[in-house]
């Protein structure tokens, strides 16, 4: 053995201890604090890695292990016991291959097929996402999806068997739905419910409003009251929640989709109309001081920025100025 | 979305406390700066709702590494599906727009069987007590003081055969 693959031996040999630590149900902060410590001498993560990945290797195929370790497939109590643990969802991409935790209660079942058996019932935990602060996030889903979100908006994911469960706590997002007939994509938003068939489309949910642009594909909008609205790409309804009326235009979708590239893209719109969309983004809010300006039209782009700076582009296209005060920033017609 | 401040629970007055700490170790455990601000960002997402848990501080490095795990896994899951979708199109030419499935390819499925038959042989082959804790813990999924009980041994027995079981998986290669 040369003296280097003595050292990376040496440095698995404390890696597996580590593991096996970790593995335990006690586990103090110091242990945490030493692991850290011993991170830090070069080539010991790596040699933790290849640990790692040797358990994560042994879990992908823990199933299939099992069975051919105990080829009589009885069920024995420590047997039931132990699935019934294993298969508690802990997260979304282990949840799939769960779902037995019910069945495993019984004193009897058929061993779960290797891909693994899902059942209707299945408690799948839901997994939530946030853009906090500023900037977008944008997260790939375990069915393939990928969802942008707007600065502060959050939302659950419950990726089930039968269905899949998006909530839209507030605020905007972006949905690049992965296709899939057998597994309904729902999003809920606040009372409503936008189901996808096919698509991609944006949504803006607040209190008072909710606006769903399709860019590509079909989706249908199950409303709190009323007929069901579906809308075909290049569409967009504008759901005024306190009013309970929805408008439905077309659009040029990709003007919703441009906050992923920070920006706002307006057509012949109001400066009200400016604001309040700038408001969906100002830490401080912006308020129009008089009636006159709120009728002064805009057509352009404008950047996502501070209050500060999207105020300041307000000032360069329209006829207003600012005034900063505690509470709100305030426009005025000079 | 605004989180209310006076519903703080002391679990997360305690990862405000640490979350220095947090991102320092996922800095080093991850080497990139950035996934270890995004893996200490989503403990903070788990930890609503979550009551009082036995040694606080070590729930906050245990959530992050399960985190930083399932994004490993996710992404070898998908870089597996990108794989075989790539392979799809080479063999049926330009053009197939077959949605991708996710389904592994038979080069992976021969590839996981391979690796199933070589950690089977090994596991076979260990020491009869190593292997018995192994499987309890490993492929059962008991805590090490249920596989203790069980076998009428330590904890740190437990934790010295589960040590050695991973030292020997960890020589097969990938």
Redesign the interface.
Known sequence: MTREQKTISVA??E???W???????????A??RGF?AW??TPGN?E?YD?????????????A???I??EPTGRVSP??A???V??NRP??V?LAWGGGLAAAAAVAFFAIPSLTGVVSPSTQIEAI???A?GEGTRTV?L?D?SEVTLNR???IRVQLGAAERKVEL???EAAFKV??DPARPFRLTAGKETIVDLGTEFNVLSANDKLVVTVRAGRVRVELAAGQPVELPAGEQMRLDRVAQRAVVSKVNPDDSFAWQGGRLVFHNASLSEVVERLNDYAVKPIKLADATSAGLRFSGVLVIGSSANMVGQLEAFFPVRSEEGKEAISLRTK | ?ALDESEQSPLMRLYMEKRRDLV??FT??T?SASDAEDIV?EIW??L?GIGDVE?P??FL??TG??LM??R???SR??RA?DDSYHMVNQVRGAGANE??T?EPSPEQTLE?RQ??AR??QL??AMPEQRQRVF???????????EVAE?LGIS?SAV??H???A??Q????R?
């Open positions: 698995l040999d890696a597996a201890a593991a096996a630590r970790f593995a335990s149900d006690m586990v103090s902060e242990d945490w850290e991170l830090a993560r040699a290849r640990v790692e990945a040797a358990m994560a290797s042994v879990d992908d195929h823990a299939e292990l099992r051919s370790l420590v047997r016991l132990a699935d643990k294993r802990r997260t991409w939530a996402y946030a906090p790939k375990a393939g502060g908006a959050m706590a507030s605020g992965a296709h | 979305m320092r170790f080093l455990r080497s960002q997402i788990r609503h040694n501080a070590a490095y245990r590494t399960n795990l399932d490993a896994r996710s899951r998908s599906r949605d991708e996710g996981g690796r199933v950690l089977m596991i076979k499987v309890m813990h490993k492929l059962k999924g008991l805590s090490y003081g069980s904890r934790e010295k589960m040590m050695a991973l030292r998986i960890a020589e097969l990938e």
